[in-house]
């Protein structure tokens, strides 16, 4: 398994795009909304599973962009798919063309077979000629925060702030008072074949217990059925700023994942990373994240 290692040794607010041989970044700050600002400022709140993934350049050849073929499965605002298909485009700035990698940060960033809650208004890029212009291309709305992602295991979800125990209390009902409606159904949401067929991660021991965030202190993660090392693949450490009632986990970066077997993983624990914009590894409980699922270590 190998990884490529890109070094950012400058960047550069929203107004500009800093350049790293074939590497490009972006970071810019965003004020947090809570759900019902979300719910309520979004054009469109859609629910649905990404099915598919193309990336390309702009008409001018700035950036990438990658386009997000969305599965809907619910129109809560009952906006969207009143005028349009079953399916959305949802683009966002970033992604891979050929050896060129673009990243923007905060952004969002998804995967083929993410499933979630979609906040979302009209895109402000032109779809790539090959795409169907009957469909409207929407754009996440406020970025990151434009995306709850959810897990049908336990019938959970999460965003870049919090977690929300109960899909049906936390997000459906929520969002039903705050629209004063409830949602259209369009299909149902199941999980994938892979998903309700994988066998969940288990964890059986960490070690050592103690290390430093940050240092290049690097754990041991013994146990069973991890699978091979894939994209969706991720260790995930607890956010350091959240604690209490409000939880949250953050990945660990690719770059610090040493090793990965199907019954152990070796990997750096990441500090806090200003350009990533992420606040590096707390102490508590550590989830492995395969494609399909994830399991914590209690």
């Known amino acids: 398994m190998y990884f490529l290692k890109f070094i950012v040794t400058t960047f550069a607010l929203c107004s500009g795009c800093l350049c790293s041989g074939n590497y490009l970044a972006a970071q810019c ?42 599965k809907l499965t619910k129109d809560f605002k009952g906006n969207y798919c009143s005028q349009q298909s079953s399916e959305a485009y949802l683009l966002y700035r970033g992604g891979t063309v050929g050896d060129i990698t673009e990243t923007v940060t905060p952004e969002l960033s998804l995967h083929i077979g993410d499933i979630g809650l979609f906040f979302a208004q009209t895109a402000d890029i032109d779809l790539p000629k090959n795409y169907t212009s009957s469909i409207i291309a929407l754009q996440a709305y406020s970025g990151v925060q434009g995306f709850i992602a959810y897990d049908l295991s336990d019938q959970t979800a999460a965003d870049t702030r919090q977690n929300y125990y109960n899909l049906g209390k936390d997000i459906y009902q929520a969002l039903a008072q705050l629209l004063g409606k409830s949602y259209e159904t369009i299909a149902p949401i199941t999980p994938t074949a892979a998903k309700a067929e994988q066998v969940l991660p288990n964890i059986t021991a960490i070690s050592p217990t103690t290390v430093r965030a940050g240092m290049r202190d690097t ?23 959240f604690y209490g009632l409000s939880v949250a986990y953050q990945n660990a970066p690719a770059n610090h994942i ?28 550590i989830r492995i994240k395969t494609a399909a699922t994830q399991r914590a270590n209690r």
């Not at 599973?49 to 390309?56: D, E």
């Not at 754990?219 to 700023?241: E, H, K, M, Q, W």
């Not at 040493?258 to 707390?282: C, L, Y």
């Open 29 to 70: 700050m965003l004020d947090h909304l809570s759900l019902a600002q979300r719910a309520t400022q979004a054009p469109y709140i859609l629910e649905g599973r990404v099915v598919a993934q193309y990336a390309f350049w702009d008409n001018e050849g700035a950036h990438i962009y990658t386009l997000n073929t969305i």
């Open 219 to 241: 754990i041991t993660i013994t146990g069973t059925d991890f699978g091979t090392y894939t994209g969706l693949s991720a260790v995930r450490f607890r956010n350091p700023d």
């Open 258 to 285: 040493v090793s990965w077997t199907d019954t152990q993983i070796r990997v750096v624990v990441p500090g806090s990373d200003i350009v990533g914009g992420t606040a590096g590894a707390g102490s508590g409980a």
